[in-house]
């Protein structure tokens, strides 16, 4: 089992910066592949990112490729999603999942934290 906790959202203006972090819980934390999706109101939950277990190789949605990093650390049991030139339809809330593979798609992460909002004002 894995517990996932999101931290680190708010209101930003749109050319800012914000860092997000997901704190998990659980043992095996490093075994899994962590990705980070969001969801803006009416709209489905999109990929954005997401690291190896090793965090060698990552994967990002063309929309914030060149503006956002993601990044873990193994030893504190997160990983980190710094935002960057946030634009207003960044605004959704921000989700961390871990699966046991990278993926693109929702059913591939077996475990998922609470949401953190992300606001871009214009």
């Known amino acids: 089992q894995v517990q996932l906790v999101e931290s680190g959202g708010g209101l930003v203006q749109a050319g800012g910066s914000l860092r997000l972090s997901c704190a998990a819980s659980g043992r095996t934390f490093s075994r899994y592949t962590m990705g980070w999706f969001r969801q803006a109101p009416g709209k489905e939950r999109e990929f954005v990112v997401a690291?190896?277990?090793?965090?060698?190789?990552?994967y990002y949605a063309d929309s914030v490729k060149g503006r956002f990093t993601i990044s873990r650390d193994n030893a504190k049991n997160t990983v980190y999603l710094k935002m960057n030139s946030l634009k207003p339809e960044d605004t959704a809330v921000y989700y961390c999942a871990a699966g046991p593979t990278v993926a693109a798609l929702r059913y591939e992460y077996d475990y998922w934290g609470q949401g953190t909002q992300v606001t871009v004002s214009s």
């Open positions: 690291i190896t277990w090793s965090g060698g190789s990552t």
